[in-house]
């Protein structure tokens, strides 16, 4: 009886400390994600390929992305849920800054 109950506790007390690490590594990979799109938008900037306005503009649109992740993380817990919103509106952008890119405006 003994060593059921050491086992149930030390499996009980791995789990506790490696949620907090796999709930936080997506959350990870949407920072990656942003910081690629932030440069991206750089880089269009530089070739020429952005004007000012659209870089203004998908500048706050990435803005906005931040502050969903900032509300996710208010409460301590990001909710797969939330995690999905952020995902869908971060792939939304991506396609954006590529049309923007690619729109053949006047620079």
């Not at 004007?51 to 996710?72: P, V």
């Not at 208010?74 to 971060?90: N, P």
């Amino acid at each position: 009886m003994k060593s059921f109950f050491k086992i149930f506790l030390l499996f009980a007390l791995i789990s506790a400390v490696s949620s907090p690490v796999f709930a936080y590594k997506p959350m990870k990979n949407v920072s990656k994600k942003q910081v690629n799109q932030n440069e991206r938008i750089r880089q269009g900037v530089r070739s020429g390929e952005l004007t000012k306005e659209e870089a203004k503009e998908l500048k706050q649109d990435q803005k906005e992305i931040r502050k969903m992740k900032q509300e996710a993380r208010s409460d301590g817990k990001v909710t797969v849920q939330e995690r999905k919103e952020i995902q869908k509106k971060l792939n939304q952008e991506s396609k954006e800054i590529y049309q923007e890119k690619h729109d053949e405006q006047k620079r």
